[in-house]
């Protein structure tokens, strides 16, 4: 299974923009679909967004639409999530996670392989 680190994480304020990096390793990134998921405080962990494996569609959770945006490069066996207008709510741990079979979503959480996350911290 691939093995999966994030990166980019940190303290930023409220209307930055933040790009968060997730590096594939140890089997075939192209095999995967890919996607971010974010855990805030107290909260269960949930789908923000999702790619597929080659790139030609992406998933939002309706909640970051406009303001997220999922992207893959497969030179760089990377994917990435940048963020515009970031929010105190947008505070949590995010998470990459692949898949060999289906594209991580909402409805799909039961992925191949997990990171082990990256802090965002929002200050208003």
């Known amino acids: 299974q691939v093995q999966l680190v994030e990166s980019g994480g940190g303290l930023v304020q409220t209307g930055d923009s933040l790009t968060l990096s997730c590096v594939a390793s140890?089997?075939?990134?192209?095999?995967?679909?890919m996607g971010w998921f974010r855990q805030a405080p107290g909260k269960e962990r949930e789908f923000v967004a999702g790619i597929t494996w080659d790139a030609r569609h992406q998933y939002y959770a309706d909640s970051v639409q406009g303001r997220f945006t999922i992207s893959r490069d497969s030179a760089k066996n990377t994917v990435y999530l940048h963020v515009i207008r970031l929010e105190p709510e947008d505070t949590a741990v995010y998470y990459c996670?692949?898949?060999?079979?289906?594209?991580?979503?909402?409805?799909?959480?039961?992925?191949?392989?997990w990171g082990h996350g990256t802090q965002v911290t929002v200050s208003s």
């Open positions: 140890g089997d075939t990134f192209s095999d995967y679909a």
């Open positions: 996670a692949a898949d060999r079979y289906f594209v991580p979503s909402e409805h799909r959480t039961n992925v191949d392989s």
